[in-house]
């Protein structure tokens, strides 16, 4: 059965300073991975993908995500956080196939202090 | 990227009555989805809706209680049917496409439903 885990509930940075968001995943195929972020009171939006090819992926507002299969990790990054970052990031795979079905992970809340 | 909108963006609702979400898409996709994210919580998937048939529910989640509707490939209905309390959610439409586009799944705003 596919997983996904965000180890951390809460990741707190200065701003300015580099940030990590951690995932690991388990899927029995080839993983298509995402990361969403949440701000308060608002939907989903989409920051990344990793389908296949270059296992660093740029994405959205400055982030990126490193997949790395032998760890099955895919940690969110950004190299100079912003107050403005600070929101609900949540880890996503599906599996290879075309179902569409996204499995998400707990979630992680950033917080960005000045 | 496909554009979503959710009516009503927001609800609060008696014990016993049913709600209908709608979902409404800019262009044509492939699948549409429905996901449920209680307070606090993560997104889980009630159902994938498929047009022109039966929806297929994962588990936990029945037809009886989470009616689904889906009559082209830009438009869905949720229903929250015989609500109680622990029903209040934030449920989100979810798009994978449009078709021939690369595969990305959108999500659209959500409704947040408050049952008393």
């Known amino acids: 059965a596919q997983s996904v885990a965000q180890p951390e509930d809460q990741v707190n940075v200065a701003e300015g300073n580099p940030l990590t968001v951690k995932c690991t995943y388990s899927v029995s195929g080839n993983p298509y991975l995402f990361w969403y972020v949440q701000y308060p009171n608002r939907g989903l939006q989409f920051l990344l993908k990793?389908?296949?090819?270059?296992?660093l992926v740029k994405g959205s507002y400055g982030f990126e995500a490193e997949f790395n299969k032998s760890q099955t990790s895919f940690h969110l990054k950004k190299p100079s956080a912003l107050v403005s970052d600070s929101a609900l990031y949540f880890c996503a795979v599906r599996d290879g196939g075309d179902t569409g079905k996204l499995i998400f992970g707990q979630g992680t809340t950033l917080q960005v202090k000045p | 990227s496909a554009v979503i909108s959710q009516k009503p963006s927001r609800d609060i609702c008696q014990r016993g009555t049913s709600l209908t979400i709608q979902c409404q898409v800019d262009s044509q996709v492939t699948m549409m989805f429905w996901y449920r994210q209680q307070p606090g919580q993560s997104l889980t998937l009630i159902a994938t809706?498929?047009?022109?048939?039966?929806?297929?529910?994962e588990s936990g989640f029945v037809i009886d209680k989470f009616p689904i509707s889906r009559p082209n490939l830009t438009f869905s209905t949720l229903t929250v049917s015989n609500m109680s309390p622990e029903d209040s959610s934030i449920y989100l439409c979810?798009?994978?496409?449009?078709?021939?586009?690369?595969?990305?799944?959108?999500f659209g705003p959500g409704t947040r439903l408050t049952v008393l």
């Open positions: 809706a498929n047009q022109g048939s039966e929806a297929t529910y």
């Open positions: 990793y389908i296949t090819g270059d296992n």
């Open positions: 979810s798009v994978l496409g449009p078709v021939g586009g690369s595969g990305e799944q959108f």
